[in-house]
């Protein structure tokens, strides 16, 4: 009997109040123990999040890997999942109040043993938030020998049946992400933004105002985003630099082009070609894709041509970008496009869509306006705007004087660069515009130019 408890002593390890835990992979917990689930440290330095929809109600049983709630950071949305297998006792707040970092969600009463057994001690210490739901950026493994990605990446190839070993990863340090299984699977699309799109968008209610009275209005989401990012914006220099651009090619390429885009399942507007002309005139003037250190001591040419695209959405202006443009032809591009499109609308862009950016193009002619003065996204030192197509008299200058058709009917389009001018001189984006109309003018010479 002593052997026994001596053997079972052994398995325990004290804790400071004189209470025992057992040494498992992974920690246990006991049925009827409530725990409460602390919203885990999201990075970034982000301190605070709204809670934006519960998943859940008190009382309702959940499982490991079980959406709790989304919460809205100033950087991007995120889908908070449980880690026990247990019943909702208590939830700590409210839709639109603000959660702290580090700090009780929810409680949990568990419900056997194992409420993080799911999760490995290998995993945790390779994944800062085990709870997020979130794709992480290429195969690395963790020290159990498994592929690093995330639960809810582990979750899809379980449903699917999928080895995680055979998935070619596209994510930072050998990550596998989301989109790499949903590839490997042969969806044109994510699954989850299909699901997305038989939803109807969220919606930010607008401010009940009452006449002759003041309203608050609390600063939330992205618009506290912008907020910071457009303070930081008035420290730089702007350069403006203004030129049109005929798109009459342009729109008898992409109407011939749209009958296989149909068939591809792909939403193809304007905003590929000029996404794609960008990063070939980026590949001749490389400056413009570049961004400075802190102390503004050293010039960083980035690698990839990683453009940012601001959008509105129910939640504000936002500023998503597709990634690697450099390596990817017009349908490609669309794909992105189109995905980043639908999760700005139901606001559940990832912080993978909304960092990394390296040049901004902002297609404000979808709204109106010929013109704009664009302001630069820091730490980038370049933004374009683009207006509205615009059907317009113009002379041919090859004609001949007295050619009666000396005057066609053309569509244009105006294209406003802004820069910064500690970088970057009038006569680099003067040029750097001139190849960009180039290649939208004559789009042949685009797909010619296309690695």
Known sequence: MNFLLRRHMNMLCPIRNGSFFRMTHASAAFFGKIVPFKLSDIGEGIAEVQVKEWHVKIGDKVSQFDNLCEVQSDKASVTITSRYDGVIKRLYYNVDDIAKV?????????????????????????????NLVQAQTSHKLSGSGKVLTTPAVRRIAMENKVDLVKVTPTGKDGRVLKEDVLRFLGHSEPELVKQEKAQPSQTIPQPKIIPGQDTIVPVRGYTRTMVKTMSEA?????????????????????????????????????MPFFIKAASLALKQYPVINSSADEKFENIIYKASHNISLAMDTPGGLVVPNVKSVEQKNIWQIAQDL???QEMGKAQKLTREDLSGGTFSLSNIGVIG????????????????????????PRFDEDADSDDEDKVYEANIVNVSWA?????????????FSNLFKEYIENPALMVADMS
């Open 369 to 392: 306006g010929t013109y704009a003065s664009p302001v630069i996204f820091p730490p980038q030192v370049a933004i374009g705007a683009i207006g509205r197509f615009q059907r317009v």
């Open 102 to 130: 580090g700090l009780p969600l929810i409680d949990i009463e568990l419900e056997g043993e194992g409420g993080e057994t799911a999760i490995s001690t290998s995993e945790k210490s390779t994944e800062k938030s085990p």
């Open 419 to 431: 820069a910064d001018h500690r970088v970057i001189d009038g006569a680099t984006i003067a040029r």
């Open 234 to 270: 008035l420290k730089i220099p702007h350069f403006g630099y203004n030129d049109e651009i005929n798109v009459n090619k342009l729109i008898d390429l992409r109407d011939s082009l749209k009958p296989h885009a149909k068939a591809k399942g792909i939403k193809l507007s304007y």
């Open 338 to 340: 189109n995905r980043l």
